[in-house]
């Protein structure tokens, strides 16, 4: 079965806590996108990453850092420097410039 | 600031019906656009993808289509039905940085059986 897994489905943690999401994808693309979106709102990007090893900060990057260290992965850390948290994560792919887009499941966080 | 803007936000039409949902942006110096439809709970789906270069695009019931000088994009949806039922966003990438996408809010579609 090919595409973009994201895990958990649903994450719940406490205030304080530093958290990873998990976004792994055989579909070989090399881009890999990271977005937040709040309802009623569109998706806001968080970070993106063009190749191995190497990721650019989106428009709202600040209390989120994620690593590139294998094609297939790419996970983000929702730290605690973060203030509102709670919110449904998306990763995607893309396989070149003139190429669409692909998206993930989600993952619902909660942070209470 | 880059603006993509879907309006309405929301739309309820009777099944059967053909609809246009709307999609403009500030700058026509565009490098693609893609239609997405979501479900609740779910990531997206893309349905259609349109380069600069491209009037339309077609895929099914669906057809989309890009004005680059008037900066509108419209996905053209005929005979509708009530698995039609979603929330339809778009995306613009610009040549200046393609690697970025901007996303519209969104045209919440609701067809009623």
């Known amino acids: 079965d090919g595409g973009i897994t994201q895990s958990p489905k649903y994450l719940f943690r406490k205030e304080g806590q530093n958290v990873t999401l998990s976004c792994e994808q055989n579909?070989?693309?090399?881009?890999m996108y990271w977005y937040r979106q709040d309802p009623g709102q569109g998706l806001r990007l968080i970070y993106y990453s063009q190749i191995v090893n190497d990721f650019q900060k989106g428009d709202i990057a600040e209390g989120y850092s994620v690593s590139r260290e294998k094609k297939e992965s790419f996970p983000l850390t929702v730290t605690s420097a973060q203030k509102n948290p709670t919110a449904f994560y998306l990763c995607?792919?893309?396989?070149?410039?003139?190429?669409?887009?692909?998206f993930g499941p989600g993952t619902r966080l909660t942070v209470t | 600031k880059q603006e993509v803007t879907q309006i309405p936000a929301a739309l309820s039409v009777p099944e059967g019906e053909n609809l246009v949902l709307n999609c403009s942006f500030t700058d026509s110096a565009i490098y693609n656009l893609q239609w997405f439809r979501q479900d609740p709970g779910k990531g997206l789906t893309s349905l259609l993808l349109?380069?600069?270069?491209?009037r339309e695009q077609t895929s099914g019931r669906l057809n989309a289509s890009l004005d680059k000088s008037s900066g509108r994009s419209t996905l053209y949806i005929a005979a509708s039905q009530p698995g039609d039922s979603a929330t339809y966003l778009c995306?613009?990438?610009?040549?200046?940085?393609?690697?970025?996408?901007?996303f519209g809010s969104g045209t919440k579609l609701n067809v009623k059986p």
């Open positions: 349109i380069q600069s270069s491209q």
């Open positions: 995306a613009v990438r610009y040549d200046y940085n393609f690697n970025k996408f901007y």
């Open positions: 579909l070989n693309h090399d881009a």
């Open positions: 995607a792919t893309r396989q070149g410039p003139s190429y669409e887009q692909y």
